[in-house]
């Protein structure tokens, strides 16, 4: 499950807003995220990286 992360897209929400990075999959410990939130930049900017590429206005 390592890469396995889990978000909320708000199609209604533009710019930052557009996606919620909030899910209890998201909870691990052992890869130092102990939130729901994702706190790797690098993973999160992954994450903006792909939806952007899979939805469109």
Avoid: A, Y
């Amino acid at each position: 499950q390592q890469n396995i992360w889990g978000i909320n897209i708000k199609p209604e929400e533009r710019g930052d807003e557009f996606i919620e990075f909030d899910s209890l999959i998201n909870i691990k410990p052992n890869q130092n995220n102990r939130t729901r939130g994702v706190e790797d930049t690098i993973v999160k900017g992954k994450i903006v990286e792909i939806v952007n590429k899979l939805v469109h206005d």
